[in-house]
């Protein structure tokens, strides 16, 4: 009975050694890190509306991963997340809570409700507008190279970027141009024999 007593007070007692990180503060995120933010917050929402909790845990992971290779950590983000692990994991989501209250008074929010009773994070469709795209560009089907552009690229500047491409071009030594495919947003195909 003595040994279940003591129990709690261990637990408390590791509980009190728990600190924050010191990448934790109470800074303004950069855009990249609300962007991070509201793709999570938004996937969670959707998966959570949908009953797909498997897909909304695994948004939650890539949060994670991406937040841990940031050099500072905005407790405001982190108290957001914190709102999204709260329906998979309330006790220690709730601890975590109590940290970051402690630390920046978690973004705003009001101090006197419970995590449970707090609102649920909204999601910015402006956060989430890319400003550059990802263009794979293709000879006669296979992948040589990957473009960065603007995202509002015009379909004859995305062709002309991609035929000036030096991966793209030595594998166009000797070959006539017979079409060249744009996909917008998507691809770029070159046929060429």
Request: aromatic content about 6%.
């Amino acid at each position: 009975e003595q040994a279940c007593a003591a129990e709690p007070s261990r637990e408390l007692e590791f509980l009190s050694r728990l600190h924050l990180q010191t990448e934790v503060q109470d800074i303004d995120p950069t855009p990249a890190q609300l962007k991070t933010l509201h793709t999570c917050i938004r996937k969670v929402t959707e998966d959570l509306e949908g009953l797909r909790f498997n897909t909304a845990i695994s948004a939650m992971m890539v949060f994670v991963n991406e937040a841990m290779s940031w050099p500072t950590k905005p407790a405001s983000v982190l108290a957001e997340f914190v709102l999204l692990l709260q329906p998979f994991s309330p006790h220690i989501a709730e601890d975590l809570w109590q940290r970051l209250w402690k630390h920046c008074r978690a973004g705003g929010r009001d101090s006197q409700l419970a995590l449970a009773y707090q609102p649920w994070p909204q999601f910015d469709p402006k956060l989430l507008v890319e400003s550059t795209l990802e263009i794979p560009v293709q000879i006669n089907g296979k992948l040589r190279d990957v473009l960065v552009v603007p995202a509002g690229i015009a379909q004859a500047d995305l062709e002309k970027a991609a035929l000036a491409s030096e991966k793209v071009q030595q594998f166009l030594v000797g070959k006539n141009i017979k079409k060249v495919i744009v996909v917008p947003r998507k691809l770029v195909n070159i046929a060429a024999g």
